[in-house]
């Protein structure tokens, strides 16, 4: 199988060129599932129901998210009927929407983890635990695994790809918007990269005007962002995965304008 994976969708300038680029992505290089992170999908700072199925209409099948899913509020009251956005599996116990879905392309399932880190991060439950609690439930389904690790610091995300190692399919990094140049596959068969960038302004701070976010640094005093809109990319991976063994074949980064 091959996926297609899209780093974090920021504003209407992500969404669109998602719009644009996605279904074309998918004939041209024979995607057979897309996954994307749309938590900075709404203005920058959350999803709502409307970008979450605006998003869902590209031709992305599964939604992950991170830190920014409750920023918008009317998210609290749809998550648990749209089964096709996650938040990170490791908020406590209770909290509404889910961490993982068994998702089905051409006969075949797969499975979307998705799980957030906690250093430099909100103090989350462990998520090296956490993803050992559900790996054996979700292997009963697939050996197709992909993981959206969520998470700020390069030491946690590449300590979460050797941990996995073999007993998941591949683990992308997303949320700090910038994709990094160290796609590979790890000695157990599963395909890592630290983190998958951003679809959204390449000329901004993370998505950002750029000089709300220098004003910032500059004075210290919290600011209204605005999504900037100059040179929109999408970035992602390609990743093949065996079918029969759940082991990645290949990773391969794709940056589009
Ligand atoms: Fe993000
Ligand atoms: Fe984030």
């Not at 297609?4 to 969708?9: A, H, P, R, T």
Request: aromatic share 6%.
């Amino acid at each position: 199988m091959r996926f297609l994976i899209v780093g974090d969708i920021v504003g209407k300038p992500g969404r669109r060129i998602a719009a644009e680029k996605i279904e074309k992505i998918k004939k041209s290089h024979s995607i057979d599932a897309v996954i994307a992170n749309g938590e900075n999908s709404a203005g920058g700072l959350g999803i709502t129901p409307e970008t979450c199925e605006e998003l869902l209409r590209c031709g992305i099948d599964v939604l992950t998210s991170g830190n920014h899913i409750w920023d918008k509020k009317e998210i609290l009251g749809y998550i648990d009927r749209q089964e096709q956005l996650l938040r990170p599996l490791n908020y406590p116990p209770g909290v509404p929407g889910r961490g993982y879905l068994i998702h089905q392309s051409n006969h075949v399932k797969w499975a979307v983890v998705n799980v957030s880190g906690r250093v430099f991060m909100n103090p989350l439950d462990c998520p090296f635990q956490s993803i050992d609690r559900v790996l054996p439930e979700i292997q009963n389904e697939t050996k197709i695994i992909v993981i959206d690790f969520h998470a700020e610091a390069t030491s946690e995300k590449i300590a979460f790809g050797w941990y996995t190692d073999g007993r998941v399919s591949c683990v992308v990094g997303t949320h700090t918007h910038v994709i990094t140049a160290d796609e590979r596959i790890l000695p157990g068969g599963t395909a890592y990269i630290t983190d998958i960038g951003m679809t959204g302004a390449h000329d901004s701070v993370i998505g950002i005007e750029v000089q709300q976010i220098v004003d910032r640094f500059l004075t210290q005093i919290p600011v209204k962002y605005t999504v900037a809109k100059e040179n929109v990319i999408l970035n992602g991976v390609v990743v093949e995965i065996d079918d029969k063994t759940g082991k990645a074949i290949s990773i391969s980064r794709l940056s589009l304008t």
